[in-house]
């Protein structure tokens, strides 16, 4: 058996960040004295004058990129999740979400999985804050050719856009010829009749794997991964719903706020349904390994199984 290969989305974020400043002079990447934790480094190595290092003022370079939108350019502002969506939140929604501005915000090093750095740096709160920002994208990428994906697209559409990314290498899932990435459109890797799991970002493999010990136990999951949170795709999410009458959703990411709720949003007001959010509940994080703190918080494949069981009986 093959090993399966992983790399973490912010290694695609650096690597699709050079694919595109190739093709486009009007790319322009900044930085908050992070570049090499945010890979934006290869970046700069390639393109020095399209590189700018803000220093540790992640606010101030919300503002550098607002301006440079208004002058045409397409910046993609890139730091830590805990600073682009906690620290310079304000300068977000002030400078570049009420203007509506073509910037798009790479932020890498979300969720738990930072792992020892600890509560302070592992941010489950941005999907919460970025979605509250009136016409912000958010997209959420489960591997590396996903995020790459999201990269091009989020350079294409013009307004702002969130990019999470991870410091884990995760699982290379959507290696396959038919694979397609469209904004707002999610995507169902797995048929089921029994129960919906919903995931995004790293926790996407893990459903996958979740569904695996499910089918061993007679259960027939669904899985669909959202990449894309805002806009969320509400025709898939009712279909899916209206088809199995269960839904499980999964993330790294507190469970007020983010990916739950957004389906819960859609459901409780369109077609109301049994759902169970996966995620961090209401509590901060702690240093330790990422993959143990993954288990600790019971967003790996083996507790999701074991909480979508209990979900079914």
């Known amino acids: 058996m093959s090993e399966i290969k992983t790399i973490a989305t912010r290694e695609s974020y650096g690597n699709a960040l050079v694919e595109l400043g190739r093709e486009h002079d009007d790319l322009i990447v900044l930085d908050a004295d992070l570049a090499g934790a945010t890979k934006t480094a290869t970046f700069k190595k390639e393109f020095p004058q399209r590189h700018i290092d803000c220093g540790i003022a992640e606010s101030n370079m919300m503002g550098i990129a607002a301006g440079l939108a208004a002058c045409g350019k397409v910046p993609f502002a890139s730091t830590f999740a805990m600073f682009a969506a906690?620290?310079?939140?304000e300068?977000?929604?002030n400078s570049i979400g009420y203007p509506h501005l073509n910037v798009k915000i790479g932020?890498?090093?979300a969720g738990i999985s930072v792992g020892e750095d600890g509560a302070t740096h592992q941010c489950n709160e941005d999907i919460a804050l970025m979605r509250t920002i009136p016409g912000m994208t958010v997209i959420c990428p489960s591997d590396d050719i996903e995020a790459r994906a999201a990269v091009r697209a989020a350079y294409e559409y013009v307004g702002p856009v969130y990019l999470r990314f991870g410091r884990l290498a995760v699982p290379v899932i959507n290696d396959r010829p038919d694979y397609k990435f469209e904004m707002g459109k999610g995507i169902?890797?797995?048929?089921?009749?029994?129960?919906?799991?919903i995931a995004t970002g790293l926790c996407v493999s893990e459903a996958l794997t979740a569904a695996d010990m499910l089918k061993a136990d007679g259960i027939d999951a669904q899985v669909i991964n959202i990449h894309t949170i805002k806009?969320?795709?509400e025709e898939l999410v009712l279909a899916a719903a209206a088809k199995t009458g269960r839904v499980v959703t999964c993330e790294e990411h507190s469970v007020i706020g983010g990916l739950g709720s957004a389906v819960c949003d859609?459901?409780?007001e369109k077609l109301p349904t049994r759902v169970m959010k996966i995620g961090i509940n209401d509590t901060f994080g702690e240093s330790g390994p990422a993959k143990e703190l993954i288990v600790k918080y019971g967003i790996d494949g083996?507790?999701?199984?074991a909480k979508v069981k209990a979900f079914m009986a």
């Open 107 to 109: 932020a890498t090093h």
């Open 266 to 268: 859609v459901l409780s």
């Open 231 to 233: 806009p969320l795709d």
């Open 86 to 89: 906690g620290r310079a939140y």
């Open 302 to 305: 083996a507790s999701i199984a």
């Open 91 to 93: 300068q977000v929604r």
């Open 188 to 197: 169902t890797l797995r048929d089921g009749k029994d129960v919906t799991i």
